[in-house]
């Protein structure tokens, strides 16, 4: 059975980093070597001159605009997110089992079922073709899910520990931020990394949203190499290649936390 397992791992792996290889091999490509060669071999001459394209072609200011959106729908996402978690997991109302259904209800409702009536509110409050536009809607839809997944890291930290902190006179804004925050910190770096790539590869926003190259995002500015007839596919291979690298980083600077808080519960 190990070795059977051990068979499929390799496999799976092949599967995964196939595309991958693709992706870096091709961007290394002019466009004549990509349409006339073979698409899984190196090239015999790789280039860099489509990552030069890429950089001269604004993507500094795609990138700033990625990072803006993406931070700033994912800090206010997690407080908000957190702080709502708390609130149903120690609120006892019948308000709290409200909203609680409402967040869950949240769920239900799909991007493309809503973006007429986000375009015509984001228009109303004159916010069309801003960053505050792709802002605002993806805190609203990353709310929901992030709430659901918290709820059960709260729900693990030990109510003993609830009421020592209340004996020593300390508040539920104290006991949330001292006591609940650090025990649910993997389960916050998950969803903030979860977020962070759904609002980082968003394309529905930006596309409808968004229409001026000062605010385009790193998903919309592949749109940059698509001329009348035809397409850089290596300019393309190339920008998505450096698109990448942040998250890659991230998960390199947040794994430890990200498998924490995913494996959180299976020893128990």
Known sequence: MNVLGGLGGWIWLAVVILP??????NSLKNQAGFFMGN???PSGQP?????????QSGFARYFLNSVIVSVGSVVPTLAIAFMASYAIVRGKTRFIAAT?????????LPIQATIIPIYYMISALHMYDTLAALILPSIAFAIPISVLILNNFVRNVPSPLFESMRLDGCSEWQMMWRLAAPIAWPGIVTVGIYDALSVWNGFLFPLILTQSPEVRVLPLSLWTFQGEFTVNVPAVLAAVVLSTLP?????????????SGLTAGFGK
């Open 100 to 108: 609680s259904t409402l967040f869950l209800l949240g769920l239900a």
């Open 20 to 25: 991958i290889y693709y992706v870096v091999i």
């Open 247 to 259: 998250l890659v980083v991230l998960y390199i600077f947040g794994r430890r936390q990200l498998l």
């Open 47 to 55: 280039t860099l001159d489509n990552y030069r394209l890429v950089l």
């Open 39 to 41: 698409g899984l071999a």
